[in-house]
């Protein structure tokens, strides 16, 4: 809390309210208007929370105007060509890089929950073959509280712990398990012996007739692209989260509501929505139609993968990927003609002073599925990619919130637009 503040005077009736500012450790103050309804009888209106901090947290911090992305202080960038998944989970959990000591226990103890209830198996199979895996995620995550009695009590730091340890370990075993069945092909168990990211691959694409040829680029993309979407402060996705989480719900009903918060295409749902997109444009030579659509208000079109709520700069994440996927390609010997159309756009987008005003910059989406279809994901399995890797943010907010005494039920005000007072007339007189 800092000592300087902000005076607010009511025009109409020349009252008075001195706000407190509050400053964190990084980035700008923001105004505490709680004493503001009580000195003034006004609440406050800001669709979106374009302007509104929901909440204190030590987890990422994001400088939209610099393009700046830290987890737990790390530059994505350093985190990015040095750490590994896991570990970076454990870092957004715990605050600090684990030593080996530490990360071995943690690989361990996730290694040993990865295997999903049998009975899991029957619920997927409850689903249409052709179900969207985001559907067969967000129902069969939502289950687990049916599965795992033990970890409900959310009073119980040690119960906290360990649901947020299962949800990391079984997450990538159901999102297999869900695109396998959505194929006809048996669900393929974790293997011990291998790490988070080709044990996923592995539960993906083996197959029982003969073992995976798995080139390591693939493992190490799917790593890295799951380091740049493993947390992103208070996104739609993670606010859901805290926003159930704060009625006292219990982990797997919170994680499945970021799911599908997720899975819409303004949010999580864009990398898949984006290939979408580029498949539609289908040559660059056709990207100036595509630009004057998204410019053009009536189309109801926009550039998927472009434009975000806090970055008016380059998304950092963007320009990782889009330096791997190069790599990624160049390696796997891919050549894809959708990254000519991607190239294309964004060099058409960029220059376009549409696109220049309102600060609308590739982001995190636009390039990540380009990789995720060379490493031979499918589309519709881009966003089920999007919520393992969101996963370690999603429980590492969770475990804060249940550890901020400030914590209580999120539930906003409104500006009511309805119909005044009115009395009932019987339907006789109507
Ligand atoms: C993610 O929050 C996070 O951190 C999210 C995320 C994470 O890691 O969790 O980073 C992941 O969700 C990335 C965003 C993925 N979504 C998309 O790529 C979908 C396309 N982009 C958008 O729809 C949009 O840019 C948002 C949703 C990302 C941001 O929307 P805002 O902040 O509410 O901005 P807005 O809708 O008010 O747009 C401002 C202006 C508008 O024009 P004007 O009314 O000022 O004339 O920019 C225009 C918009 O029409 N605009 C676009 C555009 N995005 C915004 N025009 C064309 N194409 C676009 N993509």
Redesign the pocket.
Known sequence: MSDKTVLLTDSASNRTSTLPLVSGSMGEPAVDIGRLHKDLGYFTFDP?FVSTASTRSAITFIDGDKGILLYRGYPIEQLAKQSSFLEVTYLLINGELPNAKQFGAFEDEVTHHTMMHESLKNFLHGFHYDAHPMAMLCGSIASLSAFYHDTLDISDPEQRRLAAIRLIAKMPTIAAAAYRYSIGWPVRYPRNNLEYCTRFLHMMFEVPSEPLALNPVVAKALDLLFIL?AD?EQ???TSTVRLVGSTGANPYACVAAGIAALWG????G?NEAVLKMLAEIGDAKNVGVAVAK??D?NSGF?????????YKNF?PRATIIRETCHQVLGALGVNDPLLDVALALEEVALKDPYFIE?K?YP???FYSGLIYKALKIPTEMFTVMFAIARTAGWVAHWLEQHQDKDTKIGRPRQIYTGAVTRNYTSIAKR
């Open positions: 979106g979407h992103h996104n739609a996705s295409p303004a949010h999580g864009a998204a410019k208000k926009r550039l998927m993968g472009f434009g975000h709520r806090v998304d309102r609308l982001n995190v989406d």
